[in-house]
């Protein structure tokens, strides 16, 4: 069965850095995409950034200029570097991962890991 591993949350200081990572394990043939989506206390889960297995990406306007999400397809791996991070940032945040196997006949189907919690706080 496919599995999503997130990690590298945690707690850090307004204006500080986290890099997420998120690792894909299981029998997977292709990946068409990766991404982060986050949700906050009382929010509804949104789309933070996306990468595709060709390396095309896309940013929420509130992050562009201080996030970079990047993948390591060799190894079924996304990270996202978050920087200046504000309390706004706060949330638990989901990899997202489209994933092509012979279980599904290689047609694609979305997985998520399980989020890890990103807390913003002096």
């Known amino acids: 069965q496919v599995q999503l591993v997130e990690s590298g949350g945690g707690l850090v200081q307004p204006g500080g850095s986290l890099r997420l990572s998120c690792a894909a394990s299981g029998v997977i043939f292709s990946m068409d995409a990766m991404g982060w989506y986050r949700q906050a206390q009382g929010k509804e889960r949104e789309v933070v950034a996306t990468i595709t297995s060709g390396g095309s990406t896309n940013y929420a306007d509130s992050v562009k200029g201080r996030f970079t999400v990047s993948s390591d397809n060799t190894k079924n791996t996304v990270y996202l570097q978050m920087n200046s991070l504000n309390p706004e940032d706060t949330a638990v945040y989901y990899c997202?991962?489209?994933?092509?196997?012979?279980?599904?006949?290689?047609?694609?189907?979305?997985?998520w890991g399980k989020g890890t919690l990103v807390n913003v706080s002096s």
């Open positions: 997202n991962a489209v994933v092509r196997s012979v279980r599904t006949s290689y047609l694609p189907r979305p997985y």
